[in-house]
């Protein structure tokens, strides 16, 4: 008969935590050198990423994996996740779902549940807020 109850705590899960890198595009027409990212630059400069005026106003049209392009309003997060993957994110799901981490949480590698980061990863280093 104890086969047949189930354990409720089969069926949670917990997010693994993942760094990415972000940039809040503020509508501005080009993407700013001094202050985006080198990978953010470069897929602009690449046409992963190009400023269109539509009916609804001034967007970034990103250039997708799965084909169909993503838009980001002005205010929108632009993301690169660990993948090297480009995606945006409105602005208040992102800041709900993310925190910034400092350089030292990087070169520690010091997770709240002990994780790593992997070695292999490059994070840009020189991206400045």
């Known amino acids: 008969m104890d086969n047949d109850i189930k354990d409720v705590n089969e069926f949670k899960w917990r ?3 993942a760094i990415v890198e972000a940039y809040q595009w503020k509508g501005a027409f080009i993407i700013d050198e001094k202050t985006a990212p080198d990978w953010l630059i470069e897929a602009w400069d690449t046409f992963k990423i190009a400023y269109i005026s539509n009916n609804t106003g001034n967007v970034l049209e990103i250039e997708h994996i799965e084909g169909k392009p993503l838009i980001c309003n ?3 997060y632009i993301i690169r996740d ?3 993957d480009i995606y945006s994110q409105e602005a208040r799901i992102f ?3 993310y925190t910034k981490v400092s350089p030292a949480y990087i070169d520690n ?3 709240p549940y002990g994780e ?3 070695p292999d990863i490059e994070f840009d ?3 400045k807020k």
């Open 109 to 111: 590698t010091v997770f």
């Open 95 to 97: 800041e709900n779902s």
């Open 82 to 84: 660990e993948d090297g």
């Open 74 to 76: 002005s205010g929108d």
């Open 15 to 17: 997010k693994k935590p």
């Open 125 to 127: 280093k020189n991206h």
């Open 116 to 118: 790593t980061v992997s």
